[in-house]
């Protein structure tokens, strides 16, 4: 129990570290200093935090990586939609 409980801390202290580069991407909509790599490398790697959590069914893990793949997701968006 005490496990999942420092699972979900910390998955939401990384939840909320993206937060402020979603939210500054949205209102400036300029994305030009993020790197496609570095968005489409942490999308896979969420991507694959979800397959691992659901072979072990780890609910932190699961839950958290949830989250972060549709902020990453929306960061990605951003990123086509304002990139010149």
Request: net charge positive; proline share 2%.
């Amino acid at each position: 129990m005490i496990e999942d409980i420092i699972g979900y801390i910390a998955g939401i202290v990384i939840i909320i570290s993206w937060i402020p580069q979603v939210v500054k991407s949205y209102r400036t909509k300029s994305v030009n200093d993020l790197s496609s790599m570095m968005i489409v490398l942490i999308i896979t790697g969420t991507i694959l935090w979800i397959i691992y959590a659901l072979l072990v069914k780890d609910k932190p893990v699961l839950a958290v990586n949830a989250v972060l793949a549709i902020l990453i997701s929306y960061l990605l968006y951003l990123k086509i939609k304002y990139d010149k």
